[in-house]
């Protein structure tokens, strides 16, 4: 549970600490998929290697000031990282104004967590199972922490539900077009994930997710014609990516399975 504080400043404070978190998530997005530690080194830029200064690690504020290049050699830092600060920001205010005020930290460990999974899986159609694996234990903790609360059973059972229908419903697509098409159609990372998501949403958030999933592939897919990109049967799209969005709109409008 959250302070009690005015909404006001809880809102302002839970974005200020999303935009941070969002910044380690902008620099894990990018050491994961490469192999280097996220606690080991000093932050360096991409492109010249040259260690960046306390002055320009400040959340939005120093991609700002530095109009979006490195101050050594120039070279434009990209909007990953600040989209990756955004985005914290936007899920610590989306969670104190939409969750329940006893779920807001609970929606805002979710989020983060699916933030970090959905830019590594837009960057490189990868989702690493460590991740996956913390976010199902997390969904776990939570819904242990529910039953213990509620002195039941059925938090744990919805979770449980919710995690091995997401898992089940994904392998048996992926299983079922690999029969017929003789190919893999989707990643195997995605079955996972979905079943992670379960975890924290339930049977029904489950369906609500792949529903949800699926308008935005949709919804991307015409946005990719208006920009006159071709698309095609085997366009690859970053189902996690999808579902990691989808999945946390679901988490705080219907909240736990």
């Known amino acids: 549970m959250i302070p009690e504080w005015p909404i006001g400043l809880t809102f302002v404070t839970a974005m200020l600490a999303g935009a941070a978190i969002g910044s380690f998530i902008g620099a894990a997005m990018v050491r994961l998929p490469e192999g280097r530690s996220l606690i080991a ?4 830029c991409d492109s010249c290697a040259a260690p960046i200064a306390v002055r320009d690690l400040v959340p939005l504020v120093s991609w700002l000031v530095l109009r979006g290049r490195c101050r050594s050699c120039r070279e434009p830092i990209g909007v990953w990282q600040p989209g990756a600060e955004i985005g914290g920001a936007a899920i610590g205010g989306a969670a104190v104004l939409f969750a329940p005020p006893a779920l807001a930290l609970p929606a805002m460990l979710l989020g983060w967590q699916l933030l970090l999974l959905a830019l590594i899986d837009a960057r490189n159609l990868w989702l ?8 199902a234990a997390s969904g776990g903790a939570l819904a242990a ?3 213990w609360q509620e002195a039941s059973l059925a938090p744990l059972a919805a979770a449980a539900a919710g995690g091995a229908l997401g898992f089940v419903l994904l392998w048996a697509v992926a299983r079922g077009y690999r029969l017929l098409r003789g190919r ?5 990372g995605d079955p996972p994930l979905l079943g992670a998501i379960g975890l924290w949403v339930g049977p029904m958030g489950v369906i609500g997710t792949v529903i949800g999933a699926s308008l935005l592939g949709l919804a991307a897919a015409l946005v990719m014609l208006l920009a006159r990109r071709p698309v095609a049967a085997d366009t690859a799209l970053p189902l996690g990516t999808l579902m990691a969005v989808a999945g946390f709109a679901i988490f705080l409008v219907a909240g736990p399975g």
């Open 128 to 135: 690493p199972r460590p991740l996956t694996a913390l976010l």
């Open 41 to 44: 080194g000093r932050s360096a």
């Open 145 to 147: 922490w529910r039953g």
């Open 184 to 188: 893999e159609g989707m990643g195997g």
